[in-house]
């Protein structure tokens, strides 16, 4: 209940807050999330890399690590069993806006339900018992769109999904 409290005081918070738009270094946004998932995590470190240079944006940073941090997590916390979590991030200009790539090895999205993930309380995998409240991504899809940006999912062949954000340049 706790955690649902304070997923649900996120929630509020990134569609309040204000968005205060900067020139900002994706790649250490980035660099700050890792670091924070790696501590949280306990154990063994999780493999977790950015792929290059990720660029920069124009973009509100507070709320950019928000969206990272759920991103992150999800692809460390829906792995496969017995399988250790591999997490890429990657980006690659398109015409006037920014795509980052979260790529993971994990339990992977049915294309069916590529949409739904980011709705309220959307959990496509209620049968593993994986801990969680089904907001964050909904706090991602929320913080995208207050920053006039898109978010989706692909499916990451063999396994696992492929995370986007699209950031306006």
Known sequence: LDR????LLSHTRMQQREIVP??????AIVERVIEHVRRDRGGSPP?????GSLGSARADAVTLEHVFLNLVSNAIKFHRDGVPPVVRVHSEPLEGKLRVWVDDNGIGIDPRFRQRVFGMF?????QLKI???GVGLAIVATA???MGGR??????TPAGSRFWVEIPR
């Open 151 to 156: 978010c989706g999912v692909e499916p990451n």
């Open 47 to 51: 493999d977790i890399a950015i792929v």
């Open 4 to 7: 649902l409290i304070g997923d």
């Open 122 to 126: 959307e959990r496509v995998h209620p």
């Open 22 to 27: 900067e020139e900002i270094d994706l790649t």
């Open 131 to 133: 801990p969680g409240t």
């Open 144 to 146: 995208m769109s207050r």
